[in-house]
């Protein structure tokens, strides 16, 4: 998996939303091998650190081949994110096509302070 890559949140002392939106996630199916496509949106309050966008396109293309099942790459991709930048508070949201006339949408948050 690429690595994800980071810089030097110019605000710490502030709470404020990033948001980034990727409409073109794909990754596998690891029952059928049939790719499975999706909208992935992080949001996150930064601490320290902000992800760098070329290396979290990079890390999302990763998942291109992978067959991964949408709970745990909403999952994993929020493990990474936190073990990166420790942000104050971050929620990824996976929201995949229609596959057999079903839509599905995974959400995973993680709050330092809890």
Do not use: W
């Not at 496509?37 to 081949?65: D, H, M, P």
């Not at 745990?72 to 508070?89: K, Y």
């Amino acid at each position: 998996m690429p690595e994800l890559k980071t810089f030097d949140n110019p605000h710490p002392g502030r709470d404020y939303v990033i948001r980034h939106v990727a409409p073109e996630f794909t990754s596998v199916c690891p029952k059928t091998g049939q790719p499975d496509f999706g909208t992935i949106e992080i949001e996150y309050v930064a601490a320290r650190r902000c992800v760098e966008l070329k290396s979290l396109k990079f890390y999302l293309q990763g998942f291109r081949n992978e067959g991964v099942f949408y709970e745990d790459v909403v999952n994993r991709i929020l493990d990474d994110l936190v073990a990166a930048l420790q942000p104050r508070r971050m929620t990824v949201t996976g929201a995949f096509t229609p596959r057999g006339g079903m839509h599905s949408t995974v959400i995973a948050e993680y709050d330092a302070t809890a």
